[in-house]
């Protein structure tokens, strides 16, 4: 995104550069050409109906350029493609901690291969921060309480800036960490030197572990819904309203399980409200997503491309 937002960005510079100019110009000619003169009065004149147009319809043409091309752009960045990798982030003061599908973990650290869509879940265990990698030019507010998502490819091998851009407590300055923008055949080699099994598989036993399963069964036996197929897709409430089921609507669940009740059950859910950590939370989401058609539980789909996958079975 990083050409485009710069091309908006240079186009509105020369844009008011030029208007600038004129202004300066026209300011200085009529200085000169209306000084006062002995002997010449000065003349009253009305407006011009003409003169009013014109400069009304070609700076709202102007405006209009400037509206349509960022709005393009905004969201082409607020849209995450659909088969991005998925990188969890949990912000607190004052360190990034990274949590990547396939379950690797990092602090203040990110290592993605090149040419990749990488998306990002954020959330914060305490107050507001921001994650900004200015080389991508993507900044984006992470909330307490809630996920936000921000999404980037990376073009160039290399290790770039990671800042936290709101201020969040004294050590804010240092809460800062990088970006490792890795060739794909390197980041292969990182990716098998890490522990652990996909994100989603540590959800599936914290599932277990809470009893979750017991009333979330994989028929239409359960006293809640049947979570395989849900991730994605609207979901009906009982006071009538229908909601996506995305991250934010699962996370809501857990918490606050009476806010967005599913249409046909009764209210008998528990809250988890502060017996599961935000990382717990992430694995859970993450694990309810894996029960989507699109991506089968136990594997990581998301994580692979069709490149990896062939090579894997290759070898
Ligand atoms: Cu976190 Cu500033």
Redesign the pocket.
Known sequence: MASQVDAIYIFLLVVCGMVALLVFTCLLYFAARYRHRAGVEAEQIDGSTPLELTWSIIPLCVFMVFFAWGAIVFFKQRTPPRDATEVYVV?K??MWKLEHAEGQREINELHVPVGRDVKLIMTSQD?I??FYVPVFRMKQDVLPGRYTVAWFRATKPGTYHLF??????TQ?SG?IGSIVVMEPAQYEAWMSGGPAGPLSATGEKIFAELGCSTCHRSDTQGRGPNLQGVFGKPVKLEDGRSVMADENYVRECILDPGAKRVKGFQPIMPTFQGLVSEEQLNALVAYVKSLSAAKPAGTNASAATPETKAKSQVE
């Open positions: 912000a003061q004052w107050v921060h921001s936290c851009a709101e201020y969040c407590g804010h809460m």
